[in-house]
Nanobody
Framework: QVQLVESGGGLVQAGESLRLSCAASGIIFSTFDMGWYRQAPGKARDLIATITTGGTTNYAGSVKGRFTISRDNAKNTMYLQMNSLKHEDTAVYYC?????????WGKGTLATVSS
C-alpha cells in the first residue's frame, strides 16, 4: 500500500519559516520524481517545486528564492523548506510522486501565514 504522508504545517506569522516533510512508504522512493503542490482556498492546485531522481530541482516563480525542495532517499522522505513566508503562501500543501505515468498523492498539510 502506497502512502505519502505530509507533516510540518501550522500557523506562523509573515516572514517566518516552516519545514514540510513528506514520508513515503510502499514505493521505491529513489526511483520516483517528487514534487510539492499547493492549493489555496477557492483556487486550483498549483505545482510549486519538483525534484527529480537525480536531484535536479525546479520552482514556480512565486516561491523561487524563498523555498527549497530536497530529498533524503535513505529516509524515503522529501522536504520543503519555506522561508520568508507571506500571507499568500497560505494553502494546503500536497506531496506528489511520479514515475512512468504512475502518480501518487498525499492528503496534504495546511500551512497558514498570518499577515
Amino acid at each position: 500500500q502506497v502512502q505519502l504522508v505530509e507533516s510540518g504545517g501550522g500557523l506562523v506569522q509573515a516572514g517566518e519559516s516552516l519545514r514540510l516533510s513528506c514520508a513515503a512508504s510502499g514505493i521505491i522512493f529513489s526511483t520516483f520524481d517528487m514534487g510539492w503542490y499547493r492549493q489555496a482556498p477557492g483556487k486550483a492546485r498549483d505545482l510549486i517545486a519538483t525534484i527529480t531522481t537525480g536531484g535536479t530541482t525546479n520552482y514556480a516563480g512565486s516561491v523561487k528564492g524563498r523555498f527549497t525542495i530536497s530529498r533524503d532517499n535513505a529516509k524515503n522522505t522529501m522536504y520543503l523548506q519555506m522561508n520568508s513566508l507571506k500571507h499568500e503562501d497560505t494553502a494546503v500543501y500536497y506531496c506528489h510522486a511520479y514515475r512512468n505515468g504512475v502518480e501518487y498523492w498525499g492528503k496534504g498539510t495546511l500551512a497558514t501565514v498570518s499577515s
